[in-house]
T-cell receptor
Framework: DTGVSQDPRHKITKRGQNVTFRCDPI?????LYWYRQTLGQGPEFLTY????????KSRLLSDRFSAERPKGSFSTLEIQRTEQGDSAMYLC?????????????FGPGTRLTVL | AQSVTQLDSQVPVFEEAPVELRCNYS??????LFWYVQYPNQGLQLLLK??????LVKGINGFEAEFNKSQTSFHLRKPSVHISDTAEYFC???????????FGQGTELSVKP
């Protein structure tokens, strides 16, 4: 039974660089979510997909952020021109919309440090 | 819009003692309620969820929570905690139209021997 996986687990980058994270959802899950969690806070919603379609984006998702889910399976989250304020844990979750309340199952996260 | 308030940022407790982690929510529509646990440097694991029906919900690891609509609360309880329960606990709400979870700020449970 494979859960949600994320790659890389840790990323250290210099300010101004671009970074890309990958999320592989649980097989056959049709919804995929991205959240950001800063130290001492709860996760904050960024965006979510149902299959290939991006259904909602948070105001937190500035123009420097872009997410894709091209074939309705894995997803990527790219941050361009990183800033120190982007340092956070980026969490991915997936769910099966046929379930009542389609419970979201989370991956281990990618911890980003911007120097 | 929905919001979640976890009333205690830190809860220290001795092993084998009972514990209650408090959660209040605000919403103008019907919601689903969740408790997740996060161990250090890991993702979130679902403890339990309330969808409808019985207001007392049982979850994994001996945890349970009670939904109180009149008080808009969803407090998490365990009658006897273990050292291994030391973790961050998050309450979350989602409306019944689907989509994003709204999380509280988290409660750090610290179980001491």
């Amino acid at each position: 039974d494979t859960g949600v996986s994320q790659d890389p687990r840790h990323k250290i980058t210099k300010r101004g660089q671009n970074v890309t994270f990958r999320c592989d959802p649980i097989s056959e899950h049709n919804r995929l979510y991205w959240y950001r969690q800063t130290l001492g806070q709860g996760p904050e919603f960024l965006t979510y997909f149902q299959n290939e379609a991006q259904l909602e984006k948070s105001r937190l998702l500035s123009d420097r952020f872009s997410a894709e889910r091209p074939k309705g399976s894995f997803s990527t989250l790219e941050i361009q021109r990183t800033e120190q304020g982007d340092s956070a844990m980026y969490l991915c979750a997936s769910s099966l919309v046929r379930e009542i309340a389609d419970t979201q199952y989370f991956g281990p996260g990618t911890r980003l440090t911007v120097l | 819009a929905q919001s979640v308030t976890q009333l205690d940022s830190q809860v220290p407790v001795f092993e084998e003692a009972p514990v209650e982690l408090r959660c209040n929510y605000s919403s103008s529509v019907s919601v689903y309620l969740f408790w997740y646990v996060q161990y250090p440097n890991q993702g979130l694991q679902l403890l339990l969820k309330y969808l409808s029906g019985s207001t007392l919900v049982k979850g994994i690891n001996g945890f349970e929570a009670e939904f109180n609509k009149s008080q808009t609360s969803f407090h998490l309880r365990k009658p006897s905690v273990h050292i291994s329960d030391t973790a961050e606990y998050f309450c979350a709400v989602r409306n019944n139209q689907g989509g994003k979870l709204i999380f509280g700020q988290g409660t750090e449970l610290s179980v001491k021997p």
